[in-house]
C-alpha cells in the first residue's frame, strides 16, 4: 500500500536532508577546531587573527558561492526534466568558472588580502597574524571554488549520500593537517591556513573522481562549442550574477558586524568571533534542509509540479522549525561551557558569556530566511533573491547605526537580530509568486 502523501512526503525529505546535515555540520566542527587551536596560542591576537582571516575568505570564496548555489539550481531542475545532456553542460560550464575564478583570484591575491583586512580593521598584531592565515589559506582558491561545483552538482542530483562523503573526508583531512601543522611542524597562525588548503586540494581530487563515476553512458560526444550557447550562457551569468550580489550582501553585512565590533577592543572582537561559531553551527545544521529544497523546489519547477513545489516548501520548512528550536534550546542549556571549550582566554570568555543569549535568540530569528534561500534557489528566482537580500542589508545597517553607538556590543547583536527576520520577511511576501510561476505540465 502507498504511504499517505505526508509520510512519504517527511521521509524523502529526512532522506534528503540528514546526510546534508550530517556534511554541513563538519564544517563548524573544522571552524571550532581552528577557533580552539587559535584561542589556545598565547594571546587574543591569534583568535582574532584566524576570525578576521576567515572574513577575508567568507568574502573570497563564500562571495563566490554561487558556483554551488546556482550549479544546485540549475542541475536540479534539468534532474527533473530527466535531461543528461544539460547535467554534462551544465557542470562542465561552471567548473571551467570555477578554475577561471580561482586562477583570477590567485593573480591579485596580495592586493585583495591587503585591502580585505584593511578595511576589517583590529589592532596591529590581530592584522598580522590574520595576514600569515591568508597567505597561507589562498594558494587553494582553484580547488576550493571547483569542490563548490562537485557539491552543488551532487546536491542537485540528490547524491546526498556521496555528498557527505565529499564532506567529511575533507574536513577530516583539514582536521587532522591543523593539527600536524600547527603542533608538529610548530608553522603556528600559518599553519592554520595551510590545512585548509592542502583539504581542499585532496577534495578536489576525490570529486573528480566520484564526477567520473557518475558521468552518464550512451551520450552523443560533447561539443565543446555547445558549453558557450549564447542563452545557457546568459542564464548562468545571470544566476551567478544575482546570488554572488545577494551573498556581497550578506558577507557585507557580517563583516561590517566584524568591523564595529572590533573598534570595541580585541577581547569583544574575539568573543563576537567565538559566538559566531554557534551561529554557524545552526547556519550548516539547517541548510541541511535548505539544501533538501533547493534539490526538491528545483526537480519540481523542473519537472513543472506546483503540487510537489508546495509539499517540498511545506515539509523542509516545517523540520527547519524544528531544528531551529533545537539549537536555541542547546544553546541556552550548554552555551557556557561550550564558550569554555572554545577558549582559555579568561577575558575573551567573559565577554562572551555576556552577549550568550543573543546566540540563543539567533536560531529561531534566521529559520524563514535559510530555508527560503533554498526554496528561491532550487527555483532559480535569484532576482527575487538578490533584491530582498539588498533590502535586509539596509535594515541591517541602518540598525547597527542607530543601535551600536547607546547599546554598545547589545545594540550589535539586536541589529544582527533584525537583520535575520528580515531576511525571511522579505522573501516569504514574494513565496506566492513564485509558487504561482510554476505551470503544472
Known amino acids: 500500500m502507498t504511504a499517505p502523501l505526508p509520510v512519504r512526503w517527511h521521509r524523502r525529505v529526512l532522506t534528503l536532508a540528514f546526510p546534508i546535515v550530517l556534511a554541513n555540520l563538519t564544517q563548524p566542527i573544522l571552524g571550532a577546531v581552528d577557533t580552539a587551536v587559535a584561542g589556545h596560542l598565547d594571546g587574543p591576537q591569534y583568535l582574532g587573527g584566524v576570525a578576521l582571516g576567515g572574513l577575508v575568505f567568507s568574502f573570497v570564496f563564500w562571495g563566490f558561492g554561487f558556483l554551488r548555489m546556482g550549479t544546485t539550481g540549475l542541475v ?15 557542470l562542465l560550464r561552471a567548473l571551467l568558472l570555477a578554475v577561471a ?16 583586512l584593511a578595511a576589517l580593521g583590529g589592532s596591529d598584531a590581530v592584522q598580522a597574524t590574520a595576514r600569515l592565515y591568508c597567505h597561507a589559506r589562498i594558494w587553494a582558491a582553484p580547488f576550493a571554488l571547483a569542490n563548490y561545483v562537485v557539491l552543488g552538482f551532487l546536491l542537485g542530483c540528490q547524491r546526498v549520500r556521496l555528498a557527505l562523503v565529499t564532506q567529511v573526508f575533507i574536513n577530516t583531512v583539514n582536521i587532522v593537517a591543523v593539527l600536524l601543522f600547527v603542533y608538529r611542524l610548530d608553522w603556528g597562525i600559518a599553519g592554520i591556513g595551510a590545512a585548509t588548503a592542502a583539504a581542499d586540494a585532496c577534495g578536489f581530487a576525490l570529486g573528480i573522481a566520484i564526477l567520473w563515476r557518475l558521468r552518464p553512458r550512451g551520450l552523443p560526444p560533447l561539443v565543446w562549442r555547445s558549453l558557450l550557447d549564447t542563452h545557457a550562457m546568459k542564464r548562468l551569468v545571470a544566476i551567478n550574477r544575482d546570488i554572488f550580489v545577494r551573498t556581497l550582501c550578506l558577507l557585507g553585512s557580517f563583516g561590517w558586524f566584524a568591523h564595529l565590533g572590533a573598534r570595541q577592543g580585541d577581547a ?5 568571533a567565538l559566538l559566531l561559531n554557534f551561529q554557524t553551527f545552526m547556519a550548516f545544521g539547517l541548510d541541511g534542509f535548505a539544501h533538501a529544497a533547493e534539490a526538491l523546489v528545483g526537480a519540481a519547477t523542473g519537472a513543472r509540479d506546483r503540487h510537489a513545489f508546495r509539499q ?3 515539509v523542509t520548512m516545517l523540520w527547519s522549525v524544528i531544528g531551529a528550536a533545537g539549537f536555541s534550546l542547546v544553546y541556552w542549556v550548554c552555551g557556557p561551557w561550550i564558550v569554555g571549550q572554545l577558549t582559555d582566554q579568561a577575558a575573551v570568555r567573559a ?5 550568550l543569549p543573543w546566540a540563543a535568540v539567533l536560531p529561531l530569528a534566521s529559520v524563514a530566511g535559510f530555508q527560503l534561500d533554498g526554496v528561491f534557489i532550487g527555483a532559480t528566482r535569484t532576482g527575487e533573491l538578490m533584491k530582498a537580500m539588498a533590502v535586509s542589508s539596509a535594515v541591517f545597517l541602518l540598525g547597527a547605526w542607530a543601535l551600536a553607538g547607546p547599546l554598545g556590543n547589545h545594540g550589535l547583536w539586536l541589529a544582527l537580530t533584525i537583520f535575520m527576520v ?10 506566492p509568486a513564485i509558487e504561482r510561476a510554476v505551470t503544472s505540465a
Open 268 to 272: 569583544i572582537l574575539a568573543a563576537n
Open 76 to 90: 536540479a531542475q534539468a534532474f527533473g526534466a530527466r535531461d543528461d545532456t544539460a547535467l554534462r553542460a551544465t
Open 351 to 355: 565577554a562572551a558569556l555576556h552577549f
Open 422 to 431: 528580515a531576511r525571511g520577511v522579505t522573501l516569504i511576501v514574494q513565496l
Open 312 to 314: 517540498s516548501v511545506k
Open 101 to 116: 575564478i580561482g586562477a583570477a583570484v590567485l593573480a591579485v591575491q596580495v592586493p585583495l588580502i591587503g585591502y580585505g
